[in-house]
């Protein structure tokens, strides 16, 4: 599984950003995907997930500005980021897992200034 991950930048405090990451066919309906995000000094964390079904999770500190969602036809998984803020300044990762299989994207780096 190949995940391409697009959609970093810099943008200020209260703007908004798209991630896109495609990945290799059917990866999207049989994966779990998910966005993990690491700031500076702190572990990988869970921003947001989205399973084959369609249950979707999203941490505390995203829920109401983010939005996780699938295009099975284009294999691609989207983070929608509106109300950016400083704190959620980090490198970004798209994750697809499934057993044991656990595939990572490259990571695409968030700024949000003040």
């Known amino acids: 599984v190949q995940l391409q991950a697009s959609g970093g930048g810099l943008v200020q405090a209260g703007g908004s950003l798209r991630f896109s990451c495609t990945t290799s066919?059917?990866?999207?309906?049989?994966?779990?995907m998910s966005w993990y995000c690491q700031a500076p000094g702190k572990q990988r964390e869970l921003v947001a997930q989205?399973?084959?079904?369609?249950?979707?999770y999203y941490t505390d500190s995203v829920k109401g500005r983010f939005t996780i969602s699938t295009d099975n036809a284009k294999n691609t998984v989207y983070l929608q980021m509106n109300g950016l803020k400083p704190e959620d300044t980090a490198v970004y990762y798209c994750?697809?897992?499934?057993?044991?299989?656990?595939?990572w994207g490259q990571g695409t780096l968030v700024t949000v200034s003040s």
């Open positions: 994750n697809a897992a499934r057993g044991v299989q656990n595939f």
């Open positions: 066919k059917n990866t999207v309906s049989m994966y779990v």
């Open positions: 989205i399973t084959p079904g369609g249950s979707i």
